[in-house]
């Protein structure tokens, strides 16, 4: 079902278009997230911040935000929380000691490398719904709309 906005064709595709890759997005999110948070009490922002750790290194919390396009406050919440519990520390910046880094910890990084295989199978089982081809062209329509997004973003901020 469609938007019922009553306006030019250009708006009505624009909206249709939007509300379905925000509904195929929460419900496959739903499928991939839901098991990390009731097998390994994890939330999507928390496993996203333990993935890019694993996978880039020590980032600051504002590269972490931008990262994972999570707020900072958001982020703050879930660092202090991952810290709690033991998967990730937060140190000085070696290189300005006015900032922190965030590290994984032995614990964060023996989580993360056990629950990469399986939540990457999920992915692929989630994103089988699409051929090769349409998987490859769903990625270069999102980062295509991503960039132009950005671009905006980036031009309103000068501006």
């Not at 997005?25 to 098991?35: D, I, V």
């Not at 919440?77 to 032995?106: Q, S, Y």
């Amino acid at each position: 079902m469609g938007t019922r906005y009553r306006g030019t064709q250009r708006q009505l595709r624009a909206l249709d278009a939007y509300i379905e890759l925000k509904r195929a997005m929460s419900s496959t999110s739903g499928g991939l997230y839901t098991p990390l948070l009731i097998e390994e009490r994890l939330t999507e922002s928390q496993f996203g911040v333990l993935d890019a750790l694993y996978h880039i290194g020590a980032l600051s919390p504002g590269q972490l935000s931008a990262k994972l396009c999570r707020s900072s406050s958001n982020l703050t919440t879930v660092i202090a929380n991952l810290e709690r519990d033991g998967l990730v520390r937060r140190t000085r910046d070696p290189n300005d000691g006015r900032a922190h880094v965030v590290n994984l910890t032995a614990r964060g990084r023996r989580l993360i490398q056990r629950l990469i295989p399986t939540h990457t199978e999920r992915v692929a089982r989630a994103m089988s719904a699409l051929s090769p081809r349409e998987q490859e062209e769903l990625g270069r329509l999102c980062r295509k709309l991503g960039v132009a997004h950005s671009d905006r973003d980036g031009d309103a901020r000068r501006g």
